[in-house]
């Protein structure tokens, strides 16, 4: 079983829909979760990261945390064309910089 | 404010011979971890230096090894090239070793023929 595992793509969304990217973690011991935005071909590029249970909203993102049933999502309200990418979930520990990544979910969002 | 800068961008290797990535980190970071990805993979940890030292090492051999300088620059160097050692190199840095908010540079591509 792979530590951090994302729903497998790609997902298709029509502009201004709402895109929902989910992940799940198979160690308790993660304390902090990323999610990554990745263009083909570059970096990834932090969108928000969420330590606590609940919701965390950030513009037209909001990340959720349930740590019981050890699932991360991310929201994407009124999705645009340029949010067409591949979204990277990644869990993190108290003693920083290691984060385990997962295998990326691509959302491609159509006009 | 200059960020994560990498190089070189892209190379191309042979079988059996070495390589050196270079990395300097974002102004104010003293921590740099690389990391690599294989193409349609997430990226997988190599290793956290701190202090000049290796502070976490994830599950890759010890052909993978690195360095840091005085100034929190790296290097990664992968020796004994394999085929599957062909992917993109990441560094990312940040302050501290208790801090999770990375940020990365734009990769090194490494091709092995």
């Known amino acids: 079983q792979k530590e951090v595992e994302q729903n497998s793509g790609p997902l298709s969304v029509p502009e201004g829909a709402i895109a929902s990217l989910n992940c799940t973690y198979s160690?308790?011991?993660?304390?902090?979760f990323f999610w990554y935005r990745q263009y083909s071909g570059k970096s990834p590029e932090l969108i928000m990261f969420?330590?606590?249970?609940g919701d965390k909203e950030d513009g037209r993102f909001t990340a959720q945390l349930n740590k019981a049933s050890q699932y991360v999502s991310l929201l994407i309200r009124d999705s645009q064309p340029s949010d067409s990418a591949t979204y990277l979930c990644a869990g993190g520990y108290n003693q920083g910089g290691k984060l385990i990544f997962g295998q990326g979910t691509e959302l491609s969002v159509k006009p | 404010d200059a960020g994560v800068t990498q190089s070189p961008t892209h190379l191309i290797k042979t079988r059996g011979q070495q390589v050196t990535l270079r990395c300097s980190p974002k102004?104010?970071?003293?921590?740099v971890s690389w990391y690599q990805q294989a193409l349609g993979q997430g990226p997988q940890f190599i290793f956290q230096y701190y202090e000049e030292e290796e502070r976490q090492r994830g599950n890759f051999p010890d052909r993978f090894s690195g360095h840091q300088f005085p100034n929190y620059s790296s290097e990664l160097n992968v020796n004994a090239l394999l085929l599957g050692d062909s992917a993109l190199y990441l560094c990312a840095s940040n302050q501290g070793t208790g801090a999770n908010v990375l940020t990365f540079g734009a990769g090194s591509r490494l091709t092995v023929l």
């Open positions: 969420i330590y606590s249970n």
């Open positions: 102004s104010g970071h003293d921590t």
């Open positions: 160690d308790r011991g993660s304390q902090s």
